[in-house]
């Protein structure tokens, strides 16, 4: 079973720029997780998705940050313009929830490594 | 809100254990445990619920307990392939909803 894919794995950019994450989740899986991930520090999440809705964008910088999920299964996230602060891994994840919900495992990708300078 | 984790770091030898512990100030629904190497993805331990029983296999094993919102990673014998870094996560209800990663402990297991 191949496991979640994304691309590209690096990115470096200039401040300003514009930048764009692409994830391909686990076949079947429903759910899909963006997070960022700060050298030394946990995930943090920056949206969910059930199938093509986003059920949770609580922490997306929604002013230079966004993502679509369409048709429910790869996701892509956007970062336009990039600044100095953004630079992260981005980690996708996704997971398959059956409902009624409970809580499942989730898989991660490699991540992308993004330097923005 | 995040967890918070405890120890922040830890060295041990090999065939030591080691006790990880993640806290909350929220009433807790469950509790995921992940590990991650160096440069690579999390990769999944186990998950807790609130009313479920203490989880494990091999030698790593974890309990939660609801009333103090806290649960706890056990490594035993530790081996070499331990070394990383632990992140608890958390969530507060069964919708998914403010699932939040902790700042992480990293364990080191030296020869």
């Known amino acids: 079973e191949a496991g979640v894919v994304q691309s590209p794995r690096y990115k470096i950019i200039e401040k300003k720029q514009p930048v764009a994450f692409w994830c391909n989740p686990i076949s079947g899986h429903n759910t899909l997780y963006w997070y960022r991930q700060n050298l030394g520090q946990g995930p943090e999440l920056l949206i969910r998705y059930e199938n093509e809705e986003a059920v949770d964008d609580s922490q997306l910088p929604k002013d230079r940050f966004s993502a679509e999920r369409l048709k429910g299964v790869d996701s892509t996230l956007k970062i336009q313009p990039a600044e100095l602060g953004d630079s992260a891994v981005y980690l996708c994840?996704?997971?398959?929830?059956?409902?009624?919900?409970?809580?499942?495992?989730?898989?991660f990708g490699p991540g992308t490594r993004l330097t923005v300078t | 809100q995040q967890p918070v984790q405890s120890p922040q770091a830890v060295i041990l030898r090999e065939g030591e254990d080691a006790v990880i512990n993640c806290s909350s100030s929220?009433?807790?629904?469950?509790v995921h445990w992940y590990r991650q190497k160096h440069g690579e993805a999390p990769v999944f331990l186990m998950i807790?619920?609130?009313?479920?029983e203490q989880k494990g296999h091999e030698k790593i094993s974890a309990s939660f307990n609801e009333k103090k919102q806290q649960s706890s990673l056990y490594l035993t014998a530790s081996q070499l392939s331990y070394s990383g870094t632990y992140f608890c996560?958390?969530?507060?209800?069964?919708?998914?909803?403010?699932?939040?990663f902790g700042p992480g402990t990293r364990l080191s297991v030296l020869p």
């Open positions: 807790l619920l609130k009313g479920g």
């Open positions: 929220k009433a807790l629904y469950s």
């Open positions: 996560g958390t969530e507060v209800d069964n919708y998914g909803q403010n699932f939040v």
């Open positions: 994840a996704s997971s398959l929830q059956i409902f009624p919900r409970q809580t499942y495992e989730q898989y």
